[in-house]
């Protein structure tokens, strides 16, 4: 975990569908790819809101480990 007084300046937290659609907005979702990697629970879930937030499914890949 990244410790509170270090120098990292991002967004910090676990990823919802709130703080995953304040980063899309942020781009064309047509010109996008989504690349996932982690547990296969992650890895659903990520999907799930990825497709919730408007990426196609096509432009979704992932790794489960």
Do not use: H
Not at 21 to 35: H, P, V
């Amino acid at each position: 975990k990244e410790p509170l007084t270090s120098d990292w300046s991002g967004m910090r937290g676990r990823i919802t569908s709130k703080y995953l659609q304040n980063i899309l907005n942020d781009y064309k979702l047509e010109k996008i790819a989504c690349f996932i990697c982690g547990t296969p629970s992650f890895v659903v879930t990520m999907t799930v809101l990825l497709k919730d937030g408007g990426v196609d499914e096509e432009k979704i890949f992932f790794e489960k480990w």
